[in-house]
């Protein structure tokens, strides 16, 4: 799915995790679970949560003032 499909239905805390760590290879697990549970990638595919168009579209899509 993709991520402009769930990202509204993530809580503050995981987006400005995820805007503050841009490309990071590895997620805490409440971020992972965040993600899985708003619709994104589920965690048993950790090595490829994001990928890179999804990470464009965090930095440069998503809005600062959710």
Do not use: C, Y
């Amino acid at each position: 799915m993709e991520i402009f499909m769930w990202w509204l239905d993530l809580d503050l805390g995981t987006k400005q995790w995820l805007r503050e760590n841009i490309g990071a290879g590895e997620f805490p697990l409440p971020v992972l679970h965040a993600i899985a549970e708003a619709g994104g990638p589920h965690p048993d595919t950790v090595a490829s949560v994001l990928t890179e168009a999804d990470w464009d579209f965090i930095q440069t899509q998503s809005e600062f003032v959710d």
